[in-house]
Structure formats: structure tokens, C-alpha cells
């Protein structure tokens, strides 16, 4: 770690250097090379070096790399450690930065609004997809969103009609923090580039909203009957055990419900599905559901599964009676990785009590029956039971 670091990012609002602390603002005026977009940069008048940000991004970190060893500042939005370039720098170059925030643009917006920062949940759609905020949309909730450009405010009312929130509160804030800024409920038309958007979420009447634990209601995805039904789907995320920021393989995924929540619980997954009209279903399901980042890949196991990584968490769903599926799935998982596979025929079954007599692990029997007329009375309709292997590698 570097005794005094070399790379120092200052967050900069639309106050420009008057806003600044005094320290920030003597590295401004004293920099060597001065490093940022074209409007920070705009905003100070020292005499420094400066460089833009090239395009594609991805060449900043040769471009700083280069400076190494000078002193350098950075300029970025408010906080850069809130969604901003600080959070990249500080992986590119970990122990050689120092970071100076600015309040940015979720303090301004929530003192705008008189929000409680801490109750609020802080979200981007800048360089995101925008459905990722469908996940989020439980009544009650208080987003802030900062905006990708002066279209989100009304893609982002689109999106809350779209799933039946156009009840929801919008609070459309630009250019927070300097003399251009402007607060209002409406937002309509194009807005301002610079801009944060508030949501206080309400459903529409008769919206059911969706809960956040595994379970979804069958009818929450497009498929074509092949679904891990909502109580085996339950019971086999329960064994899956998600955790943030772990990823699962779904191996013949069907329409992508499991992995679909597993990623509502914080994961990330990978949908190994070899019908094309099933991986559209997937992708589809998972931008409906709050989770566009689901990787979907078209083809089977085991020769599809994925050339690298090892995951922590499989689950097998589909075509678990092809020869060598559940062998080649467990040599892939991580060390401490779970296994979960469900079967439904007899052949599939074979292939867990073989696995299971190879590799340990448990095996249970699931069975729902649902409670449906005949003729004139009620009585039980029981589902095929499923057969439910749970492993974990030593």
C-alpha cells in the first residue's frame, strides 16, 4: 500500500469549486493533471494537465496507468463511491487512492424531499437496464433513481404503468446542487440530463405485488408448462441456499424460474436451456421480473455447460437422465457447492440414487396435492411427486 497516495478523486457538484471543502479545493488549484468529463473539467479553472475521459471507458485505466506516480486528481459527480468512478478505481488501483466526496445526488434529493436517506433505497439506471427496476417495485417503497439521460423520468413512469404502479409519486430533481436546479412532480417530456428521479411506490388497484422470498406464484412467468412448480420451486430454493453475489447454473431451465429467483435473492446465474423459444421465454421472464442480467445460454448438458468457472450452487431441472449430466455438474461446482436436482420419472430417479450412492447428499420425496371440484364435491388432485437430491461438495 502507498504510503501517500498518488490518485486522489474529488466529487465536484454543480456549485463547481465554491462548493468544494478546503482541502479539496487547493488539490483543484494546485493539481499537476487533472482527469474527468468534459462538463467537470468545464467547471475549475486551474492550470493544470488535463485529460478526458476516452472512449470507450474501458481505455481509462491505461490512460492513468500512464500517469502513475504524478499527482493526479480526478473529478467526478458528488460521491464518486455512490455508483461513480471511485468504486472502479478503487479496484483498478486498491491502496493508491485517496477520495474527498462531495454531497451527491441521493443527499441532495433526499433532503429535497425531506426523505430519510437511510430508508430510501439508492438505485442507477445509468448504463443499467431499466427493468432491474422492477424488482424493486414493493408498495411503500421509496426509490431514487439516478437517471441515464433526460428520457428516464418518462420511461421510468412507462415502466410503473407497465407493471401496474402508475399510481406511484414521481419527483423528478435536475442539475441538484447548482443554480439550474429544478424540482418537480411532473417531469413530462424530456428533461434535463443531469437528473435524479424519486419514486414513492404505490400499487394500482387490483396490482398484486410480487414477494421478495422464493415462491413467486406460477403464473408471475410465461411458460409452457415446463416450470418447477411454486411449492417444489419454494422448497428447492430453500435447498439451493442463495446467498449475495453467488452464482448458480440452472441446467435445463425450463422457463428460468428458478434462476430468476435465486437472482431476486441477490445472486447471479447462468440458464442452460437448449430450445430457442425457451431461452426467449427466459429472457423475457427475467426482464419482467427485475432481473435483465440473467445470462441465458442455448444448449444442453453437459456439453453445454459453460467452458469456465465454477459455480457455487447447481441446479438440474431438465434432462437429468442423460448419461454423465450429474457427474460432470458436480466435478464443476466450487468447493463447498450445492447440487440440487429434481426428478419426476423413474429414469431420473435412477440417476439421483446412483449419484446419491457415489457422492452422498440427501434425497427427499415432495408431494402437493390441491384441493379442486369433481362433480358436485371437493376432493384432493395430487401433483407427480418429485424426488429431490441435495448435495454438498466436500
Partial sequence: MSAAPWLTVIGIGEDGPAGLAPAARALVENAEVLVGGERHLGLVEAAAERHLWPSPFSA????????????????????????????????????????????????????????????????????????????????????????????????????????????????VLERLGGPGERVGDTGEGRTDDLVTIAVEVRADPGTRPLPLVPGLPDDAFIHDGQLTKREIRAVTLSALAPLPGQMLWDVGAGCG?????????????????????????????????????????????????????????????????????????????????????????AEGEAALLAHHAAQGGTLTRLAVSRLAPVGGFQCWHPAMPVTQYAGVKA
Fill in 60 to 171: 481509462a485505466r491505461v490512460l492513468l496507468e500512464g500517469l502513475r506516480g504524478r499527482p493526479v486528481v480526478v473529478l467526478a459527480s458528488g460521491d464518486p463511491m455512490w455508483f461513480g468512478i471511485g468504486a472502479t478505481l478503487a479496484r483498478w488501483f486498491p491502496g493508491e487512492i485517496a477520495v474527498l466526496p462531495h454531497p451527491g445526488a441521493f443527499s441532495l434529493a433526499a433532503s429535497r424531499l425531506a426523505w430519510p436517506l437511510a430508508e430510501c433505497l439508492c438505485l442507477t439506471v445509468h448504463g443499467r437496464p431499466l427493468e432491474s427496476l422492477s424488482l424493486h417495485l414493493q408498495p411503500g417503497r421509496r426509490l431514487l433513481v439516478l437517471g441515464e439521460d433526460g428520457t428516464s423520468p418518462g420511461r421510468i413512469r412507462a415502466l410503473l404503468a407497465e407493471r401496474g404502479f402508475a399510481a406511484s409519486r414521481v419527483v
Fill in 257 to 345: 424460474s428458478v434462476a430468476i429467483e435465486w437472482m431476486r435473492a441477490g445472486g447471479v446465474a447462468v440458464a442452460l436451456e437448449p430450445r430457442p423459444e425457451r431461452c426467449a421465454r427466459i429472457a423475457r421472464n427475467a426482464a419482467i421480473l427485475g432481473v435483465p442480467g440473467l445470462e441465458v445460454i442455448g444448449a444442453a448438458a453437459p456439453a453445454g455447460l459453460p467452458a469456465e468457472g465454477t459455480p457455487d450452487a447447481i441446479f438440474v431441472g431438465g434432462g437429468i437422465s442423460a448419461p454423465g449430466l450429474l457427474a460432470a455438474c458436480w466435478d464443476r461446482l466450487a468447493a463447498g457447492g450445492r447440487l440440487v436436482a429434481n426428478a419426476v420419472t
